[in-house]
């Protein structure tokens, strides 16, 4: 069935939450030769014919992901004049690793990251043992407005920042750290992982976050790994109608945990057997 709007009518701008899994992409913006999360993107769009190039259907992104970094709710902006197809199928156009859970149309003036409303990132340690309780009151000490000058890379932007929500908790058996604020610094969200892991193992107290938060030392920290980071919200505060996943992404979820869970069990297996050969 043709859609409605015809290749001449005026285009109408979308938001699409987007999910992505980042392990095997060299980040979400756009590299000349190597994958991308947006590179993809845009190569569904484009062979879909929403939009000829990325500045003729202007798209934006809500932010940028670093390699390794996944997302539950990136979002993703465009113009089109073709809406009904890019709801109706964008979905099957994606790779298994990329999908997109829903939509919203938005003004034609709209801008993912300028207008957002608040950022919640997650990250998801797989540590045994932490002090969960002592991580989450370490947690809230970055709560309001601080200068993260000594947990990112600052790189000449304002290196104040303000927290509105900082937790740490246990879901599904893995300890969590989640935070919410309207804007976050390079690697700062990883860096605040590194800083309550050593909280959590007891390395370090919940002073040497105060410390740094007030300036009081130079000692700086290495970010935490990016595979346990998620872009988890971005909140603009309207709804985002939701989008069906093809089966592929389900089909290859369900594959790509199954393989994960043999190769935990391989691992186990190999390095328990090779201490009994000592």
């Given at each position: 069935m043709e859609e409605i709007h015809p290749r001449d009518a005026s285009p109408v701008r979308l938001a699409f939450r987007t999910g992505y899994l980042g392990d095997r992409f060299f980040g979400s913006q756009v590299q000349a030769d190597a994958r991308t999360v947006e590179g993809d993107f845009l190569a569904a769009c484009i062979r879909m014919e929403l939009f000829s190039t990325p500045r003729d259907g202007r798209f934006q992104a809500a932010g940028r992901t670093d390699r390794g970094v996944n997302a539950r709710a990136q979002v993703f902006s465009f113009s089109?004049?073709?809406?009904?197809?890019?709801?109706?199928?964008?979905?099957?156009q994606l790779p298994h690793d990329i999908w997109v859970t829903g939509y919203a149309p938005v003004a034609s003036s709209f801008n993912p990251r300028r207008e957002a409303v608040s950022r919640t990132y997650r990250y998801y340690f797989s540590e045994p043992d932490l002090d969960v309780q002592g991580m989450d009151r370490a947690s809230r000490l970055f709560e309001g407005l601080h200068d993260f000058s000594l947990f990112a890379r600052v790189e000449g932007?304002?290196?104040?920042?303000?927290?509105?929500?900082?937790?740490?908790?246990?879901?599904?058996?893995?300890?969590?750290?989640?935070?919410?604020?309207?804007?976050?610094?390079?690697?700062?969200?990883?860096?605040?992982?590194?800083?309550?892991?050593?909280?959590?193992?007891?390395?370090?107290?919940?002073?040497?976050?105060?410390?740094?938060?007030e300036g009081d030392t130079n000692s700086r920290i290495s970010p935490a790994a990016p595979e346990g980071l998620v872009l988890?919200?971005?909140?603009?505060?309207?709804?985002?109608?939701?989008?069906?996943?093809?089966?592929r992404t389900r089909e290859h979820f369900v594959n790509r945990r199954l393989y994960h869970r043999r190769m935990s069990l391989m691992l186990d297996a190999v390095w328990n057997d090779g201490e009994s050969l000592k």
């Open positions: 089109t004049p073709y809406p009904e197809r890019a709801i109706a199928a964008l979905n099957w932007k304002d290196p104040e920042r303000t927290v509105s929500s900082s937790r740490v908790f246990v879901e599904h058996g893995y300890c969590v750290f989640e935070v919410t604020a309207c804007s976050f610094l390079w690697h700062m969200v990883r860096n605040m992982a590194s800083a309550l892991l050593l909280v959590g193992t007891c390395a370090q107290s919940e002073d040497c976050i105060r410390s740094r938060l988890w919200d971005v909140s603009y505060g309207f709804p985002f109608l939701p989008l069906t996943v093809d089966t």
